[in-house]
């Protein structure tokens, strides 16, 4: 796990009204790490997902690097409809991710998986080729190696239902220049972190798209200069 975000999340979790109040009962309060971000963006996503996803019928969801669960958690309380499958490389996470389903309960979480999204898709816990209507990925792509990026885009083309729907979230680059200078600046301190870190250009994602059957087909502003990209699956690859 990237180490920063880690400390920031037990900082959080330390300094919260949960750590004081439950003392010798926290010990699973206590995994449920929580991001700040997670917390900011989560309902401005949930806006993308409920003015383009049915809420009347049953729906497969899988989220590829689902961190601390909060996002997983508060979409299955929106689309009871949708059956989710959390999914983690890191076992700090995905211990986090089934504190959260244990303490509220969901019938429509799954226990969390491991996935590493770099692997190929047959190693990605036995998820069928086009057993999922929607694949979420928030934040991952650009505080990932290139290879995570490229795992995702080959695995959501297989494992998407014809017409299903990819959202992914994050600052992104556009035709090789990012804008304003605070996702410069943020870039940057990405780079200098881990070479292999950086915000990912939307051309190549369209491109990657385009490569496994997946039609890049909005851009939506987010807040904090930050996009959801919607791509759908046109047809089976
Ligand atoms: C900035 S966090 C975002 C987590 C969560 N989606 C959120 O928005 O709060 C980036 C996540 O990418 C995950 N990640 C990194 N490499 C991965 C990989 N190879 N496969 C799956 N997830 C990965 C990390 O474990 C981490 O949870």
């Known amino acids: 796990m990237d180490l920063f975000w880690a400390f920031a999340q037990f900082r959080k979790c330390f300094g919260s009204p949960y750590f004081a109040a439950c003392k010798g009962t926290c010990r699973r309060m206590c995994k449920m790490l ?18 383009r996803v049915a809420s009347d019928r049953p729906l497969v969801a899988l989220e590829i690097s689902s961190g601390t669960g909060q996002h997983v958690i508060h ?22 991710i089934e504190a959260y389903r244990e303490y509220h309960k969901l019938q429509n979480v799954k226990p969390p998986i491991y996935l590493d999204v770099s692997q190929s898709w ?9 057993s999922c209507d929607l694949i979420v990925n928030i934040n991952m792509m650009h505080i990932s190696p290139p290879t995570c990026t490229m795992g995702l885009f080959n695995g959501v083309g297989k494992i998407l239902k ?24 943020f870039d940057h301190s990405l780079r200098y972190r881990n070479p292999e870190w950086g915000l990912r250009d939307v051309t190549l994602l369209k491109t990657l798209g385009q490569e496994n059957g997946l039609r890049l087909e909005e851009i939506v502003d987010m807040p904090a200069n930050n996009k959801c990209l919607l791509f759908h699956k046109d047809s089976v690859v």
Do not use: C, H, M
Request: no cysteine; proline share 10%.
């Open 162 to 185: 014809p017409q299903g729907l990819l959202l992914t979230y994050g600052p992104y680059a556009f035709n090789g220049s990012i804008t304003p200078q605070s996702n410069v600046d």
């Open 122 to 130: 047959e190693n990605w816990a036995g998820i069928q080729p086009e």
């Open 75 to 96: 979409f299955a309380k929106a689309f009871p409809n949708i059956s989710w499958q959390p999914s983690e490389i890191e076992a700090q996470s995905i211990s986090s």
């Open 34 to 51: 929580n991001a700040a971000a997670a917390d900011r963006n989560k309902d401005p996503i949930l806006a993308v997902l409920k003015s």
